[in-house]
């Protein structure tokens, strides 16, 4: 009688939280109660977990998905796997003619990256895209390149390079010989407004990518994309790449010189064959919303006046643009002269290839002269806004010496700046005329 007494008293004055039980007043009764909630708790525990399970059981990317691996904070939730998924990859990567290889092509949905996945899959290659469709520019352009692969044939995968159970999938399900490394964060200007994304795609990605490479068996060979803008400062033209390359005027071109030393490291310690391309200012269909000659196209179209840089002095600012065709020339050249990587499980079994080549056009032309072609194919004047180049990242002059590539490549550029423009033109023309249809 006296305990249910003291069972009410206490049942009245319960306190809210197990920790402020007094256990000094009524040892029968808070035991009773601390068992319950502990008991309670247990259960809610349980059933807390069994829910996290179920929803990392259901998910397609299960194996993408530990919730403790920092690397993948960052990255969207993108939705691959399953049979059908993998069939797609199969179907993709399948090798159509004798001696063909399978090259994995990053950045697939990218200017270079669609030229280049559907050269190598109309030579009869097995091809395979991957990328993350970001929209640092129009992603309807980067869907619409995409549908142009796909009825070559090629599948690209929805993704991120810094996803490693991703990239340890494709690897399972296809054992490519080659990658084609091109997904990165291009654009000189906008590392100033987002510098994150070039460490994330650039660095990060690069070293994710190449991680996961040299832990295969075989490794494959890799060629990827530097940049002429490693040349930075360096005065003596036309560049070589022999020349210094240790001053770099943004950090885009900081990420891609850092890109070289880490393909070195990679190349030293595990034996993964690399091959750098340093493109010089690529242009040409299907092109870069965020590049000069793209948006003057657009801006003169409408009306609009377009910056025209000029260094001190009156100085002429020139570059070497080179059109899209010979570079993906140059890319097949560098597909095709790679060595086997020489390491397996990353363990290095020996020296294996490691090179970096210029990739140009070797006859620079002033900036006013693109404006000048591009107003008589256009058939309409520019305002021409004249301005002195800002110190944010743009160099005054890029020139290639191609001698190496020419040599060990067989590239040998053939298309002048007004050959190239006259099919950009076309091109931009039919794609933006409201039918969105291209020319080629
Ligand atoms: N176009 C040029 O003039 C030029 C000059 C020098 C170097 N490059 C280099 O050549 C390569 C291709 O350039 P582009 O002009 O085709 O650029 P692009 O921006 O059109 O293509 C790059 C593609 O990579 C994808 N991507 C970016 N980060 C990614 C990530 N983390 N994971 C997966 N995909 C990702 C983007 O969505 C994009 O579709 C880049 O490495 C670029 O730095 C280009």
């Known amino acids: 009688m006296s305990q249910l007494k003291q069972m009410s008293h206490n049942d009245n004055s319960a306190p809210s939280t197990p920790g402020k039980f007094k256990i000094e007043k009524s040892p029968y009764f808070n035991r009773t109660r601390w068992h319950s909630s502990l008991a309670k708790l247990t259960l809610w525990s349980f059933a807390f977990l069994a829910v996290i399970l179920i929803f990392f059981l259901r ?70 895209g991957l990328d993350s469709f970001n929209d640092y520019y129009d992603p309807s352009l980067k869907r619409a390149r995409q549908a142009l692969l796909e009825r070559t044939g090629v599948y690209i995968v929805e993704g991120d390079i810094n996803d490693e159970a991703l990239l340890r999938k494709l690897f399972e399900v296809v054992p490519f010989t080659h990658v084609m490394h091109l997904a990165a964060q291009a654009g000189v200007r906008y590392a100033m407004e987002n510098p994150g994304s070039y460490v994330h795609s650039n660095i990060a990605g690069f070293v994710n990518l190449l991680e996961v490479c040299k832990s295969l068996n075989p490794q494959p060979a890799i060629v990827w994309a530097s940049s002429s803008s490693v040349y930075g400062l360096n005065t003596k033209v036309p560049f070589s790449e022999r020349d210094r390359t240790d001053q770099p005027a943004s950090l885009y071109a900081a990420t891609k010189k850092a890109g070289e030393e880490i393909a070195h490291t990679y190349n ?3 034996g993964l064959s690399l091959t750098g391309l340093r493109f010089f200012t690529v242009y040409g269909p299907w092109g870069r919303p965020d590049m000069a000659y793209f948006f003057f196209t657009k801006d003169i179209l409408k ?70 072609i591009l107003e008589r194919l256009l058939k309409v004047k520019a305002k021409r806004n004249i301005m002195r180049l800002p110190r944010n990242g743009d160099v005054q002059f890029t020139h290639a010496n191609i001698s190496y590539a020419q040599r060990e490549l067989g590239y040998k550029p053939t298309t002048d700046l007004q050959t190239g423009l006259k099919k950009f033109v076309r091109w931009y023309l039919n794609y933006y005329s409201g039918g969105k249809k291209a020319v080629e």
């Not at 993998?86 to 090259?103: D, Y």
């Not at 009306?303 to 600012?317: L, M, Y």
């Open 268 to 270: 030293h310690i595990y």
């Open 303 to 372: 009306g609009k006046p377009i910056p025209v840089f000029e260094a001190a002095n009156h100085g002429t600012v020139a570059r070497d643009f080179t059109y899209i065709d010979d570079i993906v020339r140059g890319c097949l050249g560098a597909l095709d002269t790679a060595e086997k990587s020489t390491g397996s499980g990353g363990k290095k079994k020996g020296p294996a290839q490691l090179r970096v080549f210029n990739l140009g056009n070797t006859s620079p032309v002033p900036v006013s002269e693109l404006v000048s």
């Open 59 to 128: 998910s397609p990317s299960s194996s993408a998905s530990l919730p403790t691996d920092p690397s993948r904070r960052s990255l969207r939730t993108y939705n691959w796997g399953g049979s059908a998924w993998e069939k797609r990859v199969r179907s993709s990567a399948r090798v159509r003619s004798r001696n063909g290889m399978t090259v994995l092509v990053t950045g697939a949905a990218g200017f270079v990256g669609t030229h280049v996945a559907s050269a190598l899959k109309r030579r009869g290659d097995g091809v395979l």
